[in-house]
């Protein structure tokens, strides 16, 4: 018998953190960061209303916990300086804090292809992990941000800090783009209980389904994270770029 | 005859914004930035009292500049996240934002080698700017981030931006870190214009001098912003380590 893992997802509303949220249930005791209402049935009964920019009311949430898988953010490429300071730069490092704090030794951060959106822009291909940042939005700049804290936090304060730079989460690809850059419920779900499960002490690594047209190095994750990821964009490629396509 | 161009030096009180603003007089028309007051005999007479974190108190002081050389900040490996989230996260974002909208189109980010910190802590030497950032401090962590943020300001509005990662500015070194990483004051206001007046659209440089124990790649600057150091610390090594040092 093994103990399970209590681990608090943050942002569990979300888009991604929703999804999470009902699909890691039968694998860890989940506890579930609300910013401010929780769903009429949420998927498990630990839950926590706070704003992770209010380091006060969010640190209670990190105490007796494993890992944090930290979703919350203003996701969106358009996000204002405002919005993006308090929501992704002060909340990413409450959560840290709070992390550091409680005792909390990992944390995943749910970064962005966005951090590098401009080699996109550029078409340099392929893009891997490793190369300087080179933001496409705001937005981008703040995951950047978040990615070097959990640097820091793993070198000055121990933490396991896995940076997952997540594709598109989507039901299925709708598009060209799509074709690249889609990450599938179920290998967005696996890529974190890998994240929360390895021993890897930091990490940055691309989150997407192992698509055939991808344009971003997921060797790293296969290799380290031991990632398997079981989806592929091209089974729609027919169907979305017509017949040559 | 050609026309001297317009540089503004924020943190002019600092202890090295202060001698810029002594040596680069000769060579430009300053405009200086204070936080609270006016030194009593100020080198220039064009200066503006504002607080960097203040937005709307600031963006004056870019207008009509052709470039601003951005030395104010917390400079503490010490500074608390309050206080380099203010001064140094706020206040870089307000700089370069200030400069996009009055249509200065050159920024100079004072940076520093603790950006690159726990490189040195674990004595992976040497490094070089393109390696990824493990900063060894807050501070080194919000300078990160004014590097990525000038990063995207170039990339999606067209500044230039020079970020110089600037070591150990003293008028001489006294130990033997101080042999490794010292910056000259001469070759501090060297850096600085070689800066201002590179047409490069965006690079990270370290700016020490041609220290003979250098840890730190200086090819780059010499080889991409035409930087000539002058002094070495190595004048001072027997006098600091002793005969046979």
Redesign the interface.
């Known amino acids: 018998m093994t103990t399970r893992k209590r681990v608090l997802i943050t942002g569990a509303a979300g888009r991604i953190g929703s999804h999470l949220a009902a699909t890691l249930a039968d694998r860890y005791d989940l506890r579930l960061q609300y910013n401010r209402t929780v769903p009429a049935n949420p998927p498990v009964a630990d839950v926590h209303i706070a704003n992770c920019a209010d380091y006060e009311a969010l640190a209670p949430a990190l105490v007796g916990v494993d890992a944090v898988v930290h979703m919350a953010a203003d996701p969106s490429p358009r996000g204002t300086?405002e919005s993006v300071?308090e929501n992704n730069?002060?909340g990413a490092?409450n959560v840290y804090?709070a992390a550091r704090a409680a005792g909390c030794r990992k944390v995943v951060f749910a970064t962005t292809n966005h951090v590098m959106g401009?080699y996109d822009?550029d078409q340099q291909w392929p893009i891997y992990c490793?190369q300087?940042?080179?933001?496409?939005?705001?937005y981008?700049?703040s995951k950047?941000?978040g990615e070097?804290?959990g640097?820091?936090y793993h070198?000055?304060h121990g933490l396991a800090v896995i940076c997952l730079r997540i594709g598109w989460f989507l039901p299925r690809p709708h598009d060209e783009i799509g074709l690249w850059m889609w990450l599938s419920p179920r290998d967005a779900t696996q890529v974190v209980w890998r994240a929360i499960e390895s021993p890897i002490g930091y990490g940055i690594y691309y989150a997407i389904s192992r698509n055939a047209r991808r344009h971003w190095d997921i060797t790293e994750t296969i290799e380290r994270l031991g990632y398997r990821p079981e989806d592929d964009a091209e089974a729609y490629a027919q169907e979305i770029l017509g017949p040559g396509g």
């Open positions: 300086w300071l730069i002060v490092r804090e401009m822009r490793s300087p940042v080179r933001p496409d939005s705001l981008g700049v950047a941000f070097t804290l640097r820091w070198d000055q």
